[in-house]
Protein backbone atom coordinates (compact mmCIF):
# COMPACT_ATOMS: atom_id res chain seq x y z
CA UNK A 1 0.00 0.00 0.00
CA UNK A 2 1.06 3.23 -0.90
CA UNK A 3 1.49 6.04 2.22
CA UNK A 4 -0.81 8.52 1.35
CA UNK A 5 -0.13 12.45 0.31
CA UNK A 6 1.87 14.40 3.26
CA UNK A 7 -1.17 17.13 2.46
CA UNK A 8 -4.52 14.95 2.77
CA UNK A 9 -6.72 16.07 5.45
CA UNK A 10 -5.06 19.02 5.98
CA UNK A 11 -7.04 22.48 5.53
CA UNK A 12 -5.85 25.52 3.58
CA UNK A 13 -4.54 26.97 6.70
CA UNK A 14 -2.80 24.13 7.84
CA UNK A 15 -0.69 23.83 4.38
CA UNK A 16 0.56 27.32 5.59
CA UNK A 17 4.54 28.18 5.49
CA UNK A 18 5.75 25.07 4.06
CA UNK A 19 8.48 24.74 1.65
CA UNK A 20 6.79 22.50 -1.48
CA UNK A 21 7.50 21.45 -4.96
CA UNK A 22 4.79 21.27 -7.16
CA UNK A 23 5.04 19.39 -10.30
CA UNK A 24 2.29 20.04 -12.93
CA UNK A 25 0.91 17.87 -15.28
CA UNK A 26 2.11 19.78 -18.13
CA UNK A 27 5.50 19.38 -16.70
CA UNK A 28 6.15 22.57 -15.03
CA UNK A 29 8.02 22.07 -11.71
CA UNK A 30 7.71 25.35 -9.03
CA UNK A 31 9.14 25.45 -5.68
CA UNK A 32 8.38 27.45 -2.84
CA UNK A 33 7.09 28.56 0.17
CA UNK A 34 3.27 28.01 0.87
CA UNK A 35 0.76 31.36 1.94
CA UNK A 36 -1.90 31.66 4.25
CA UNK A 37 -4.05 29.60 1.74
CA UNK A 38 -1.46 26.90 0.66
CA UNK A 39 -0.55 28.49 -2.05
CA UNK A 40 3.09 29.50 -3.86
CA UNK A 41 3.07 33.59 -4.83
CA UNK A 42 3.34 33.62 -8.09
CA UNK A 43 1.73 30.57 -9.09
CA UNK A 44 -1.22 29.43 -10.42
CA UNK A 45 -3.43 28.68 -7.03
CA UNK A 46 -2.46 25.07 -5.37
CA UNK A 47 -6.00 24.76 -3.99
CA UNK A 48 -9.68 25.68 -4.92
CA UNK A 49 -10.27 26.30 -1.33
CA UNK A 50 -8.93 28.62 1.22
CA UNK A 51 -8.66 28.93 5.38
CA UNK A 52 -10.64 25.93 6.95
CA UNK A 53 -11.52 24.50 3.54
CA UNK A 54 -10.28 21.18 2.94
CA UNK A 55 -7.09 21.33 0.79
CA UNK A 56 -7.63 19.75 -2.40
CA UNK A 57 -4.72 20.09 -5.00
CA UNK A 58 -6.42 21.10 -8.82
CA UNK A 59 -6.82 18.72 -11.44
CA UNK A 60 -3.63 20.29 -13.36
CA UNK A 61 -1.05 19.25 -10.49
CA UNK A 62 0.39 15.89 -11.13
CA UNK A 63 1.78 16.26 -7.04
CA UNK A 64 3.28 17.94 -4.08
CA UNK A 65 5.77 17.54 -2.46
CA UNK A 66 7.19 18.68 0.78
CA UNK A 67 10.71 20.13 0.27
CA UNK A 68 13.84 18.53 2.72
CA UNK A 69 15.58 21.55 3.04
CA UNK A 70 18.16 19.66 4.91
CA UNK A 71 19.18 18.19 2.21
CA UNK A 72 21.62 20.07 -0.36
CA UNK A 73 20.98 19.15 -3.83
CA UNK A 74 24.31 19.35 -6.37
CA UNK A 75 24.24 21.18 -9.58
CA UNK A 76 23.37 19.28 -12.64
CA UNK A 77 26.19 18.82 -14.88
CA UNK A 78 24.17 19.06 -17.95
CA UNK A 79 23.16 22.59 -16.87
CA UNK A 80 25.33 25.80 -16.72
CA UNK A 81 24.77 28.83 -14.10
CA UNK A 82 24.88 32.79 -15.41
CA UNK A 83 24.62 35.07 -12.91
CA UNK A 84 24.93 38.32 -14.70
CA UNK A 85 20.87 39.00 -15.88
CA UNK A 86 21.97 40.27 -19.20
CA UNK A 87 23.62 37.14 -20.43
CA UNK A 88 20.46 35.50 -19.97
CA UNK A 89 18.89 34.19 -23.49
CA UNK A 90 15.55 32.78 -24.02
CA UNK A 91 15.58 29.36 -23.63
CA UNK A 92 17.49 29.82 -20.67
CA UNK A 93 15.65 28.63 -17.27
CA UNK A 94 15.13 31.52 -14.65
CA UNK A 95 15.81 30.28 -11.27
CA UNK A 96 13.97 32.62 -8.75
CA UNK A 97 14.96 34.01 -4.91
CA UNK A 98 12.56 31.63 -3.51
CA UNK A 99 14.05 28.70 -6.01
CA UNK A 100 11.00 28.31 -8.18
CA UNK A 101 12.31 27.77 -12.18
CA UNK A 102 10.66 28.78 -14.95
CA UNK A 103 11.94 29.35 -19.00
CA UNK A 104 12.66 32.36 -20.52
CA UNK A 105 10.56 33.23 -23.46
CA UNK A 106 11.31 36.61 -23.87
CA UNK A 107 14.89 38.97 -22.91
CA UNK A 108 14.11 43.86 -22.64
CA UNK A 109 17.82 44.77 -22.07
CA UNK A 110 16.26 47.94 -21.68
CA UNK A 111 17.79 49.48 -18.20
CA UNK A 112 15.38 51.65 -17.47
CA UNK A 113 12.20 49.03 -16.64
CA UNK A 114 13.20 46.55 -13.82
CA UNK A 115 11.67 43.53 -15.46
CA UNK A 116 14.73 41.97 -18.20
CA UNK A 117 13.11 38.76 -18.22
CA UNK A 118 9.29 37.28 -19.15
CA UNK A 119 8.95 33.49 -18.06
CA UNK A 120 6.21 30.88 -18.90
CA UNK A 121 3.94 30.55 -15.95
CA UNK A 122 1.38 28.26 -15.18
CA UNK A 123 -1.96 29.39 -16.03
CA UNK A 124 -5.44 28.81 -17.47
CA UNK A 125 -4.41 30.61 -20.70
CA UNK A 126 -2.07 28.75 -22.83
CA UNK A 127 1.18 30.05 -23.22
CA UNK A 128 1.15 32.81 -20.77
CA UNK A 129 4.18 34.78 -20.06
CA UNK A 130 4.81 37.15 -17.14
CA UNK A 131 7.71 40.15 -16.90
CA UNK A 132 9.85 39.24 -13.84
CA UNK A 133 11.21 41.34 -11.42
CA UNK A 134 14.74 41.62 -11.82
CA UNK A 135 14.86 41.69 -7.71
CA UNK A 136 13.33 38.00 -8.24
CA UNK A 137 16.33 36.72 -10.32
CA UNK A 138 18.37 34.84 -8.02
CA UNK A 139 20.78 33.04 -11.50
CA UNK A 140 19.64 31.10 -14.54
CA UNK A 141 20.76 27.66 -15.86
CA UNK A 142 21.41 27.33 -19.68
CA UNK A 143 21.38 23.49 -21.04
CA UNK A 144 25.14 22.30 -21.54
CA UNK A 145 25.37 21.58 -25.63
CA UNK A 146 25.15 17.22 -25.96
CA UNK A 147 28.92 16.78 -27.72
CA UNK A 148 30.20 13.67 -28.31
CA UNK A 149 32.44 12.02 -25.20
CA UNK A 150 32.77 8.48 -26.58
CA UNK A 151 34.64 7.38 -30.08
CA UNK A 152 32.50 6.28 -33.10
CA UNK A 153 29.78 7.87 -35.06
CA UNK A 154 27.66 10.31 -34.18
CA UNK A 155 24.73 12.56 -35.39
CA UNK A 156 24.82 16.36 -35.36
CA UNK A 157 21.43 18.84 -34.63
CA UNK A 158 21.19 18.58 -38.54
CA UNK A 159 21.48 14.41 -38.53
CA UNK A 160 25.05 14.86 -40.47
CA UNK A 161 27.26 11.89 -39.52
CA UNK A 162 30.86 12.54 -37.87
CA UNK A 163 33.42 10.18 -37.18
CA UNK A 164 35.15 10.83 -33.70
CA UNK A 165 38.04 9.06 -32.39
CA UNK A 166 40.54 10.35 -29.30
CA UNK A 167 38.52 13.68 -28.93
CA UNK A 168 38.89 14.66 -32.66
CA UNK A 169 36.15 14.38 -35.31
CA UNK A 170 35.64 14.73 -39.07
CA UNK A 171 32.68 14.47 -41.31
CA UNK A 172 31.62 11.89 -42.84
CA UNK A 173 30.46 12.62 -46.65
CA UNK A 174 27.83 10.65 -48.73
CA UNK A 175 28.42 12.33 -51.62
CA UNK A 176 31.03 9.81 -53.20
CA UNK A 177 32.84 13.11 -54.94
CA UNK A 178 33.76 14.73 -51.85
CA UNK A 179 35.79 11.16 -50.69
CA UNK A 180 38.56 12.83 -53.22
CA UNK A 181 39.49 15.55 -50.44
CA UNK A 182 40.84 16.37 -47.58
CA UNK A 183 38.33 16.11 -44.99
CA UNK A 184 38.88 18.70 -42.10
CA UNK A 185 39.56 17.81 -38.47
CA UNK A 186 38.12 18.91 -35.80
CA UNK A 187 38.27 19.11 -31.74
CA UNK A 188 35.40 18.25 -30.13
CA UNK A 189 35.09 21.14 -28.23
CA UNK A 190 35.07 23.05 -31.53
CA UNK A 191 31.52 21.18 -32.32
CA UNK A 192 29.31 23.59 -29.84
CA UNK A 193 27.27 25.10 -33.18
CA UNK A 194 26.36 21.65 -34.36
CA UNK A 195 24.94 20.38 -30.90
CA UNK A 196 23.40 18.08 -29.54
CA UNK A 197 24.84 15.29 -30.70
CA UNK A 198 23.77 11.79 -30.19
CA UNK A 199 25.05 8.40 -31.34
CA UNK A 200 24.45 7.00 -34.56
CA UNK A 201 22.71 3.71 -34.61
CA UNK A 202 24.39 1.15 -37.51
CA UNK A 203 21.05 1.63 -39.15
CA UNK A 204 20.93 5.17 -39.10
CA UNK A 205 24.56 5.19 -40.22
Not at 90 to 102: E, K, L, Q
Not at 128 to 142: G, I, P, V
Request: glycine content about 4%; charged content about 30%; hydrophobic content about 40%.
Amino acid sequence: MSEKPFWEGKTCTEMADLHVKVTFKDGTVATGVTDANGDIKRVFPLSSGSGNDKFIPRDYIESIELVDESISVPDDPEYERIDDIHDVCTGDIFVATNGNRFSVVAVDDDDETDCTLAVMVQAEIPDFHDWMFNSNFAYALRRKPKLPNHDGLWLDKDDAIWQVCDHQAVPVYDDADEWGFQREIFLVSQLVQHAPFRPAKAVEA
